[in-house]
């Protein structure tokens, strides 16, 4: 039976926290090929009563990880990973309460573990995808994904979706303290890194190409010709999910800061890959 460690950041949710938790919790009752544990990840910014009612309602059910520091929302995310990865869970599936991520779509991302993918990704832009949002924001998020996807040479339909799940071993080399992301570009930063240590042979190829063709080589070998080449370390999948967007506001500065975190992933990459560990693009 494999293990799966469910990882929620959570901060001053007592309206919604009750209700999503039995409905999670119903849905992991389901997966019964499963042995499942759910894990809320707090810390000091939250400040009302989601703690008490997530250990009196719910006990042993759920684990409650109380970060101390509050550092923002990368460093729940953060800790929680360090926690799935140390605990040897099988598969390791990020996702947001208050249901903007929906408990029913996790047998699919297991059911894409179990065929042999090692990572697999919700997605707000594909076919048969649910995004409830204002067409700004809807547009803020394409806009996102299309500008991860030209400075880095990725492929993603969505580069920002927090919706995802892992293999362990996909993970089990990467040094978290070493990430750099702020707000909402941890999931950008993670689903690179993944990215990145897909290929090995063609990547030392790629390496060689001066910079301004590299990333369309990469683009170039990631398409639907190339997916099921054996240069590829890792599979990847990405899948439609629903996502009810929660009310948030939008700062034009989160935009420059983002581009300046994404000008620093390739070099960052070579602190966060373990020493030792072999990359595509070293």
């Excluded at 939250?46 to 409650?64: A, C």
């Excluded at 930063?189 to 897909?198: A, Q, S």
């Amino acid at each position: 039976m494999k293990t799966v460690g469910i990882l929620i950041p959570v901060a001053n949710e007592e309206k919604t926290i009750k209700e999503f938790t039995n409905c999670l919790l119903s849905q992991c009752d389901l997966m019964e090929q499963y042995d499942v544990t759910v894990h809320y990840i707090m810390d000091s910014y939250s400040k009302d009563n989601t703690q008490s009612i997530l250990e009196n309602e719910f006990g042993d059910n759920v684990q409650v990880l109380f970060h101390e520091k509050s550092t923002g929302l990368v460093s729940a995310y953060l800790h929680g990973y360090k926690h799935c990865v140390q605990s040897e869970f099988d598969y390791i599936v990020e996702m947001d309460s208050g249901f903007s991520h929906k408990p029913e779509h996790l047998p699919e991302f297991l059911k894409h573990l179990d065929e042999g993918y090692d990572a697999v990704f919700g997605s707000r832009f594909m076919k048969g995808s649910v995004y409830e949002t204002t067409l700004f924001r809807k547009f803020v998020s394409k806009m996102g994904t299309i500008l991860c996807n030209t400075m880095l040479g990725t492929d993603y339909k969505d580069a920002t979706s927090g919706y995802q799940a892992y293999k362990r071993d996909t993970l089990v080399d990467f040094d978290f303290d070493k990430f750099i992301s702020t707000g909402g570009m941890f999931q950008t930063e993670i689903k690179f890194y993944v990215y990145d240590r897909r290929t090995d042979e063609i990547e030392d190829e790629i390496s060689k190409l001066p910079l301004y063709f590299k990333n369309a080589a990469r683009s170039f070998f990631s398409s639907k010709v190339w997916k099921d080449r054996p240069y590829y370390k890792f599979k990847l999948k990405e899948i439609p999910i629903e996502f009810i967007m929660s009310d948030s506001s939008f700062k034009s500065s989160w935009v420059w800061d983002s581009i300046k975190i994404l000008n620093r992933l390739y070099e960052n990459k070579q602190l966060v890959f373990k020493k030792g560990v072999k990359n595509g693009n070293d």
